[in-house]
């Protein structure tokens, strides 16, 4: 199985990119800083669609996380 990291994609077109991906047959891990919601809404959408996702809490401009 392939994976993908995807920074902030939770909304907008890191958002789009996680379901294609997912799509694609990917298993995406969805990154996050402050919109858990988001987050967790993106990884209910590619489950119910029978693809893969996680969620993964952290600030990329914070190379000590």
């Known amino acids: 199985m392939k994976y993908a990291l995807v920074t ?5 077109i890191g958002r789009e990119t ?7 047959g990917y298993f995406v ?9 988001a987050a967790l809404e993106v990884k ?4 119910s669609k029978g693809g893969k996702a996680s969620i993964m809490k952290f ?7």
């Open 8 to 12: 902030g994609g939770g909304r907008g």
């Open 18 to 24: 996680c379901v294609k991906l997912s799509e694609m």
């Open 29 to 37: 891990i969805i990154n996050y800083n402050n919109s858990e919601q």
């Open 44 to 47: 209910e959408n590619i489950v």
């Open 59 to 65: 600030d990329v401009s914070d190379n000590l996380e």
